[in-house]
């Protein structure tokens, strides 16, 4: 689906990138695909660039909707047993709207703590950053951050903070991040 030109068949809230801005793009709008990854769809419009929440993929119409949930699928991985690892490998569905690597690759996750609660379950503390300061996506790149968390079947909670210390830069993406952006 990604590099797809669609029309829009219903009008779809989205959000404006880097701004962060919510805004609504209108029915019958061309846009093209530029990134499916972890849930949400990043398009193109002749307005600029927008990430469509999962919750409103449906508006960019059946197609495009069946392939996203096969993709997810083949994503998905097993829960299992709660560990440190299970919770890494969450938040490496979560994505930069405007790059296509994970914010774990992407060096933005600076700490995670888990703590076990009475009853079994977890609270989880993260610390990120972003790649710019100015960037309005961070509140949304950090709420999903935190949905991907808590729909864990063993955490009860997840709290994100966003942090500037120390200041990102791109010697911290990992390997893998590197390759992917063919800066090895």
């Avoid at 600029?48 to 993929?57: E, K, N, Q, T």
């Avoid at 972003?130 to 079947?153: F, N, Q, W, Y």
Wanted: with cysteine.
């Amino acid at each position: 689906m990604v590099h797809q030109e669609v029309t829009l068949i219903r009008d779809c809230p989205a959000t404006l990138i880097p701004a962060g801005d919510a805004v609504t793009l209108p029915e019958g709008s061309r846009v093209f695909v530029s990134q499916a990854l972890g849930g949400t769809v990043t398009v193109r419009a002749d307005s600029g660039l927008f990430r469509i929440a999962g919750s409103d993929i449906d508006a960019l119409g059946k197609e495009a909707v069946d392939q996203l949930r096969h993709d997810e699928n083949v994503d998905a991985g097993e829960t299992g047993e709660f560990s440190e690892a299970l919770l890494w490998d969450s938040l490496k569905t979560c994505f930069d709207p405007e790059i296509p690597i994970n914010i774990v690759d992407l060096g933005l996750i600076y700490d995670l703590q888990s703590r076990e609660g009475e009853n079994g379950k977890y609270s989880v503390d993260v610390k990120m950053t972003l790649t710019a300061r100015g960037c309005g996506m961070g509140p949304v790149i950090a709420d999903d951050a935190r949905a991907k968390l808590e729909s864990l079947p063993q955490v009860e909670s997840a709290k994100v903070d966003i942090v500037w210390d120390p200041v990102w830069t791109p010697q911290m993406i990992s390997p893998e991040g590197r390759k992917k952006l063919g800066i090895e």
